[in-house]
């Protein structure tokens, strides 16, 4: 499973708007229902469902980067979104750093295998110091969306 399957480049953010972990949670799932990726009735739904996620542990795993993530049995296909922060936001990440870049997965519940799939994709790039740092630098949606079909295409190093 590549990146580009799954991330959806309508809902990439590249400059939040957001500036706080919650806010940030919104305006990603606004963004992914506005890409037709979710049901606009569900945005309260999936938005608590990430926000008490994110209450139990961070997703914030440290590095400037975070990855909330979220199961529904009525998300039909995996979909994701990346936001980006020029500020940093407090995501009371791991190494308690800024968070630069969000990763926000969305699961079909029924289908684990997939969702483990990606998450070990999005892991993966994001243990890549360059994979961070041109995401980071990132400043449009044609920008993270060449990352993302670089990565997929290995040709970015470790």
């Known amino acids: 499973m590549k990146l580009c399957d799954f ?6 953010v590249a400059s939040l708007k957001a500036s706080d972990r919650d806010d940030v949670m919104r305006e990603l799932v606004d963004a992914l229902i506005a890409a037709g990726a979710a049901p606009k009735g569900l945005r309260d739904e999936l938005v608590n469902l990430i926000i008490d996620r994110e209450k139990k542990g961070s997703t914030g795993f440290g590095k400037g980067v975070a990855v909330p993530h979220v199961k529904h049995a009525k998300i039909t296909k995996m979909s994701a979104t990346i936001g980006l922060s020029q500020h ?3 995501f009371n990440a791991l190494d308690k750093q800024p968070v630069y870049s969000v990763v926000l997965l969305m699961s079909p519940e029924g289908k684990p295998d997939e969702h483990l799939q990606a998450m070990e994709n999005i892991f993966t790039n994001l243990q890549k110091d360059q994979f961070r740092k041109f995401l980071k630098q990132a400043t449009a949606v044609e920008e993270v969306m060449d990352l993302l079909q670089e990565a997929d295409n290995q040709q970015i190093p470790g």
Do not use: I, T, Y
């Open 88 to 90: 940093g936001l407090d």
């Open 7 to 12: 991330v959806v480049k309508e809902a990439v």
